[in-house]
């Protein structure tokens, strides 16, 4: 299994500022995901970074407001950018690994004011 | 968009009581997958259900899965205070297991 570790884990933030997101993982995987859970909702994809290759992203998804890094196959970075108080969600990293089931970092919770 | 729709939302019910979830998709799918949430952390796999299994157990947890209607359940056995929590279901198209596509979910409460 893999086991994530995802920075950080809660932070409050004004509005109009930017967070980045980190996710590391204790092992190589091709694939990573990101996830947004608005308050009360459940997940939904944000976007699927491949090392190497830009992110690929969802419908309602932009890189200017998400942009997404994935500079070697154990890390990725997810920037909340420009943030509105809309923007607060528990973010999550994804991985999948061994065509099984997928594993989750413990989510990032953030509240903009 | 959301493929999984569950119900109920929410559930209560007694310790040692069953709980039943259900979750309907859309399309196509390569496997099903339930996933726990505690308290908005992160999620923790529970089980998967392959597009050609019918039923799977797992301790205390019993899936099913109907491709024909396009929809699964969950069963949890004997339920615990330390159950409570909400439970996804998740899919995923052909050909792989990603990424996956999330139901509404259900919020469990056990109360003991």
């Known amino acids: 299994s893999a086991v994530i570790s995802q920075k950080p884990s809660r932070d409050i933030c004004q509005r109009g500022t930017s967070l980045t997101i980190q996710c590391q993982v204790d092992s190589q995987v091709t694939m990573m995901f990101w996830y947004r859970q608005q308050p009360g909702q459940s997940l939904t994809l944000i976007a699927t970074?491949?090392?190497?290759?830009?992110?690929?992203?969802e419908s309602g998804f932009v890189i200017d407001k998400f942009p997404i890094s994935r500079p070697n196959l154990t890390f990725s970075t997810l920037t909340v950018s420009n943030m509105s108080p809309e923007d607060s969600s528990i973010y999550l990293c994804?991985?999948?690994?061994?065509?099984?089931?997928?594993?989750f970092g413990q989510g990032t919770r953030l509240t903009v004011v | 968009s959301q493929q999984g729709e569950e119900d109920p939302q929410a559930l209560s019910i007694q310790e040692g009581e069953n709980a039943t979830m259900n979750c309907s998709y859309k399309?196509?799918?390569?496997?099903l997958q339930w996933y726990r949430q505690n308290s908005g952390r992160g999620l923790v796999h529970l089980i998967l259900i392959r597009s050609n299994e019918r039923e799977k157990h797992s301790g205390r947890l019993r899936v099913t899965l109907d491709t024909s209607k396009k929809s699964s359940s969950l069963l949890i056995t004997a339920s615990r205070a330390a159950d409570t929590a909400s439970y996804f279901c998740?899919?995923?198209?052909?050909?792989?297991?990603?990424?996956?596509?999330f139901g509404k979910g259900t919020r469990l409460s056990v109360i003991a």
């Open positions: 998740a899919t995923a198209a052909p050909p792989g297991n990603t990424p996956l596509v």
């Open positions: 399309t196509s799918i390569n496997n």
């Open positions: 994804s991985v999948e690994q061994g065509n099984t089931e997928a594993f």
């Open positions: 970074a491949n090392q190497g290759s830009e992110a690929t992203y």
